[in-house]
T-cell receptor, first 112, second 116 residues
Framework: NAGVTQTPKFQVLKTGQSMTLQCAQDMNHEYMSWYRQDPGMGLRLIHYSVGAGITDQGEVPNGYNVSRSTTEDFPLRLLSAAPSQTSVYFC???????????FGPGTRLTVT | GENVEQHPSTLSVQEGDSAVIKCTYSDSASNYFPWYKQELGKGPQLIIDIRSNVGEKKDQRIAVTLNKTAKHFSLHITETQPEDSAVYFCAASMAFSTDSWGKLQFGAGTQVVVTP
C-alpha cells in the first residue's frame, strides 16, 4: 500500500504558466481533497470530491480546477499561476463514513 | 463559517515535561475535533480525535479534552520525548452533516520543540 502519493515534490513556475499537480491513492477511498498550507494559516481546503464524477469547492477554490474521472486519481490544475499560489499543496483521502484523512507528502510550489 | 484559533504558535518544553495546546472554535454546530501531527517534510497525520458527545479521550501519552460550552478543546502530551517535536494542528468540522462531511477547518498550527 503506497497510500496517498503526490507528484511532483517541488515545482517552480513563472506567472501565467499552467500545470497539474497529481494525486493518487490506492486505498479505494471515495473522498479526496486538496489543501494548501501557508505559514501561520494552517491548511485551507481548495476542492474536494466524494466520488468519481463529483467535485465541489472548498474555502479557497479560485484559480484552481479539479476533476475526478477515477476513484484513484484527483489532479489539481492551476490555469494561470500567480505568485499568491506559492504554497505547499497537500492531497488527502478518506473513506466515506470514517473521518480520518490520510495526507500525501505534499508538493512545494513556487510561482515567480 | 467556522473559525479555529490555536495557541501557542510555538512551544518549547524539556524532555519529560508536559505540553498543552489549546484551540477555540466559533461554530457551535461543529461536532468533530481531530488533532494532526506534521513532521518536517511530511503530510499531517491524525494522532487523536474527539466527538462532541465525549469530554475527554486518552491514547497512551496523549489526551484531548473538549469543553462544548466554552467552545474550546486542548491537546495534552505527557512525558514528552524528542520524537514529539513536530507541528501540531487542531481542526473542527460538522462531520455528521452531509454538506460538511470531510471539510476540516484547521487552526494555524503549533511548533513543538522538545529539548533533551
Amino acid at each position: 500500500n503506497a497510500g496517498v502519493t503526490q507528484t511532483p515534490k517541488f515545482q517552480v513556475l513563472k506567472t501565467g504558466q499552467s500545470m497539474t499537480l497529481q494525486c493518487a491513492q490506492d486505498m479505494n477511498h471515495e473522498y479526496m481533497s486538496w489543501y494548501r498550507q501557508d505559514p501561520g494559516m494552517g491548511l485551507r481546503l481548495i476542492h474536494y470530491s466524494v466520488g468519481a464524477g463529483i467535485t465541489d469547492q472548498g474555502e479557497v477554490p479560485n484559480g484552481y480546477n479539479v476533476s475526478r474521472s477515477t476513484t484513484e486519481d484527483f489532479p489539481l490544475r492551476l490555469l494561470s499561476a500567480a505568485p499568491s499560489q506559492t504554497s505547499v499543496y497537500f492531497c488527502a483521502s478518506s473513506q466515506l463514513g470514517t473521518h480520518e484523512q490520510y495526507f500525501g507528502p505534499g508538493t512545494r510550489l513556487t510561482v515567480t | 463559517g467556522e473559525n479555529v484559533e490555536q495557541h501557542p504558535s510555538t512551544l518549547s518544553v524539556q524532555e519529560g515535561d508536559s505540553a498543552v495546546i489549546k484551540c477555540t472554535y466559533s461554530d457551535s454546530a461543529s461536532n468533530y475535533f481531530p488533532w494532526y501531527k506534521q513532521e518536517l517534510g511530511k503530510g499531517p497525520q491524525l494522532i487523536i480525535d474527539i466527538r462532541s458527545n465525549v469530554g475527554e479521550k486518552k491514547d497512551q501519552r496523549i489526551a484531548v479534552t473538549l469543553n462544548k460550552t466554552a467552545k474550546h478543546f486542548s491537546l495534552h502530551i505527557t512525558e514528552t520525548q524528542p520524537e514529539d517535536s513536530a507541528v501540531y494542528f487542531c481542526a473542527a468540522s460538522m462531520a455528521f452533516s452531509t454538506d460538511s462531511w470531510g471539510k476540516l477547518q484547521f487552526g494555524a498550527g503549533t511548533q513543538v520543540v522538545v529539548t533533551p
